[in-house]
C-alpha cells in the first residue's frame, strides 16, 4: 500500500485538546466508516514520524478529514492540533482495518460506544448512516470527562434535533451539567441497553472504542449485559 501526499485544506477545534483537520488527498479512492490511516511526517533533516488516526469524515473520493486529540508529550499530535496550517503537507497511507467498519449494507441494530476522542470513528458511522438510505437502527453512548471534552458537541445536538430516532446519550465520568441525574462516575452495566437478539431485526452489533482501559471495561459490562461476544467489535489506543 503506498503513500500519498496530503494537503491540509482548512481546521476547525472541536475542544481545547481536539482538532479537526481537513486533507486533500488525490488518488484517495475512498474508506469504509471505522476505518483509519497511518500519517506519517518528514523532518527537513531526514528524520520521520509515523502514527495511526481514525478517518473521521464519510467516504468520498480525494478528500477526508481526520480528527486529532493532543497527547501530552505527542510530537505528532501536538505538530497536528496546534501547528499545522492550510497548505501544509504530509503523507498517508490507507484505509486499514477490516472488522472494525461499518457501511449501510449492513443490516440491524447498532450499538456505537466511545469513549474520550474513541468518538471519532464512530462519528464516521453516525455521518454515513445518517447520509444513506439505511434504516438500521441505531444509537451513540459517548463517555468523556467533563462537557467541555465531548468532541462534535455542536453536531451531536443538530443530529439528535433532525434524527430522533437515533438516541445520542452523553455520560461525564469527572464533572457534568448542573441538570444530570445521573452522577459523574465510568460506564456502569445500567447505561447500558438491553441487546437485540435475532429476530427480524438481527442481532445487535456493537462498536467500542476509546483508551484500552475503557474498552475492556465496556466490553466486560456489554457480555454482562447479555450482549454477543462476537458481535462486539473494539479498537483501542494507548497503554
Same mark, same amino acid.
Given at each position: ?5 496530503? %494537503?491540509? %485544506?482548512a481546521t476547525r ?7 479537526t ?6 488518488g484517495?479512492?475512498?474508506?469504509a ?6 500519517v ?11 502514527r495511526?488516526y481514525?478517518?473521521?469524515s464519510?467516504?468520498?473520493p ?6 486529532? %486529540? ?6 505528532v499530535?501536538t ?8 497548505? @501544509? *503537507? ?6 486499514l482495518?477490516g472488522w472494525?467498519?461499518w457501511t449501510?449494507?449492513?443490516?440491524g ?6 469513549g474520550?476522542?474513541?468518538?471519532v ?5 453516525l ?7 439505511? @434504516?438500521?437502527?441505531?444509537?451513540l453512548?459517548?463517555?468523556a ?8 458537541t455542536g453536531e451531536l445536538?443538530q443530529?439528535?434535533q ?12 469527572r ?12 460506564? *456502569? ?20 472504542c ?9 466490553a ?10 462476537s458481535d462486539? *467489535? ?6
Amino acid at each position: 500500500m503506498r503513500w500519498l501526499p496530503a %494537503q491540509l %485544506q482548512a481546521t476547525r477545534m472541536e475542544t481545547h485538546l481536539a482538532r479537526t483537520l481537513v486533507f486533500e488527498v488525490p488518488g484517495w479512492s475512498g474508506h469504509a466508516a471505522g476505518q483509519h490511516v497511518d500519517v506519517r511526517l518528514t523532518a527537513e533533516d531526514g528524520y520521520t514520524a509515523q502514527r495511526s488516526y481514525s478517518v473521521a469524515s464519510r467516504s468520498g473520493p480525494d478528500q477526508f478529514e481526520l480528527t486529532v %486529540q493532543r497527547v501530552s508529550g505527542g510530537e505528532v499530535s501536538t505538530y497536528l492540533t496546534e501547528t499545522m496550517l492550510p497548505g @501544509d *503537507r504530509l503523507e498517508v497511507r490507507g484505509p486499514l482495518g477490516g472488522w472494525f467498519q461499518w457501511t449501510a449494507r449492513l443490516r440491524g441494530p447498532v450499538l456505537l460506544l466511545g469513549g474520550g476522542s474513541g468518538v471519532v470513528p464512530l462519528m464516521a458511522m453516525l455521518r454515513e448512516r445518517t447520509h444513506s438510505d439505511s @434504516d438500521s437502527p441505531f444509537r451513540l453512548i459517548y463517555s468523556a470527562r467533563t462537557p467541555d471534552h465531548v468532541i462534535y458537541t455542536g453536531e451531536l445536538h443538530q443530529l439528535a434535533q433532525a434524527h430522533p430516532d437515533i438516541p445520542i446519550t452523553r455520560l461525564y465520568t469527572r464533572a457534568g451539567l448542573p441538570d444530570d441525574t445521573r452522577e459523574p462516575g465510568r460506564l *456502569r452495566i445500567e447505561d447500558l441497553p438491553t441487546p437485540a437478539h435475532g429476530g427480524t431485526v438481527g442481532a445487535t452489533r456493537v462498536y467500542v472504542c476509546g483508551p484500552t482501559g475503557f474498552v475492556e471495561h465496556a466490553a466486560q459490562l456489554l457480555v454482562d449485559r447479555g450482549f454477543t461476544p462476537s458481535d462486539i *467489535r473494539t479498537e483501542r489506543f494507548g497503554s
